[in-house]
């Protein structure tokens, strides 16, 4: 039997109200094989790289915005199929849970993903999900900002309980292009701004974000673009100030959109 091997469904499973979140599948994509018998010669359905299961999770809170989605967190007890098929694969350090959650732009939606590079049995119809989910919400802000600082590499700043090292402030043209670097949590942090010596807010633009772990530390990077040449700045953050972690327990039953092949 030959089937379609990709589907997004709107509406996969109905929405639960638990611990005041709502939670829904909203996508499922299935990959049922690749073709070709070495890795830089194999065909890959729909620009993916390898076969297997993704079920997509919106979660939307009833109150206070997403300001992170705990993918290292989140545990995942169950993914099996209808066959008794055990779905659970540990991939790139992590245990069945995708690595890119996302969050929307104004705090109100998050969205994880559920995947496996295993393929559900022959003639399954349905798989079954459980776990728990943790985000972290906040809903008020507070600015706070640096004295007037030297606006170059090696100048260390904190602001908050956030400290900050500029491990690069390389004059391009007519901007600047900055680097910052710390080892704190960034989660609770919602902006920064950069501010001339007479005041003035100087437009901005972040650039890029990178984190890299090693033997339990992190360290984060963030890269921004300054308009302009400024021999000093003043930083200013909003800082969440309420955030709290929720742990969100999930029991899902989801129809696959095909059979899978016989």
Same mark, same amino acid.
């Given at each position: ?78 993914f099996s199929d209808d066959k ?5 694969? @540990?991939?790139? =350090?992590? $245990?069945?849970? !995708? #690595? ?9 939606? &998050?969205?994880? *993903? ?5 393929v559900p049995a022959a003639g ?63 989660? @609770?942090?919602? =902006?920064? $701004?950069?501010? !001339? #010596? ?9 650039? &890029?974000?990178? *984190? ?51």
């Amino acid at each position: 039997m030959k089937s379609l091997l990709l589907a997004l469904v709107p509406l996969l499973a109905l929405p639960a109200i638990v611990n005041a979140q709502t939670l829904e599948v909203v996508g499922i994509q299935l990959i049922q094989k690749t073709l070709g018998s070495e890795d830089s010669e194999k065909i890959v359905p729909f620009n993916t790289f390898k076969s297997g299961l993704e079920i997509a999770i919106g979660i939307q809170p009833q109150d206070g915005t997403i300001i992170d989605m705990g993918n290292d967190e989140s545990i995942l007890t169950k993914f099996s199929d209808d066959k008794g098929t055990n779905l659970i694969v @540990e991939e790139f =350090g992590r $245990r069945g849970f !995708g #690595g890119f959650p996302k969050i929307s732009k104004d705090g109100k939606a &998050g969205m994880l *993903s559920l995947t496996t590079s295993r393929v559900p049995a022959a003639g399954a119809s349905e798989v079954q999900a459980a776990g728990f989910l943790f985000i972290t919400t906040a809903s008020s802000k507070k600015i706070e900002k640096t004295a007037l600082l030297d606006f170059k590499k090696g100048t260390v700043f904190k602001v908050g309980k956030i400290s900050f090292t500029m491990t690069k402030a390389a004059v391009d043209t007519d901007e600047t292009e900055v680097e910052l670097e710390t080892n704190n949590d960034l989660k @609770e942090l919602a =902006g920064l $701004r950069f501010i !001339g #010596g007479n005041g003035e807010v100087l437009p901005s633009d972040r650039q &890029g974000f990178s *984190s890299m772990g090693f033997s339990g530390s992190r360290t984060m990077t963030i890269d921004y673009s300054v308009k302009g040449v400024h021999p000093k700045v003043i930083i200013e953050a909003e800082i969440w100030q309420d955030a709290k972690e929720v742990k969100i327990p999930f029991d899902l039953t989801v129809k696959l959109p095909v059979a899978t092949l016989k």
